[in-house]
């Protein structure tokens, strides 16, 4: 069985920052070769926000993100982190961690890539 557990999230000023973090349990050492964050605002689809490949570390972010955050991970306490810099009111939304490759060999910032999701923590940006 794998879970992932989010934490981190809260209320910042615009400008502020805030770093997540995702525990992904499992028993298979495979399941964090692909993790993610992807966000969603109420009533709207979950968006990629970043991605890592945890073999090679190499990252992938989406427009409205990049040079702004940073995604990382720590494969010895499986572990994703998502550091925010520079948040702004459009950022505000829940934030959801996901890991798992499937069979899906597209984008990194497409839900069909992951197989296995959190339960999202939520992130408010005022100002």
């Known amino acids: 069985q794998v879970q992932l557990v989010e934490s981190g999230g809260g209320s910042v000023e615009a400008g502020g920052s805030l770093t997540l973090s995702c525990v992904v349990s499992?028993?298979?050492?495979?399941?964090?070769?692909?993790m993610g964050w992807f966000r969603q605002g109420t009533g709207q689809s979950r968006v990629g926000v970043a991605g890592i490949d945890g073999r090679t570390g190499t990252t992938y972010y989406s427009n409205a993100v990049r040079g702004r955050f940073t995604v990382s991970r720590d494969n010895a306490k499986r572990t994703v982190y998502l550091r925010m810099d520079n948040l702004q009111p459009e950022d505000a939304d829940r934030y959801f961690c996901?890991?798992?490759?499937?069979?899906?060999?597209?984008?990194?910032?497409?839900?069909?890539?992951?197989?296995?999701w959190g339960q999202g923590t939520q992130v408010a940006v005022s100002g």
């Open positions: 996901t890991a798992g490759c499937s069979d899906y060999g597209g984008s990194w910032l497409r839900g069909l890539k992951y197989k296995y």
């Open positions: 499992t028993s298979r050492r495979d399941t964090t070769n692909c």
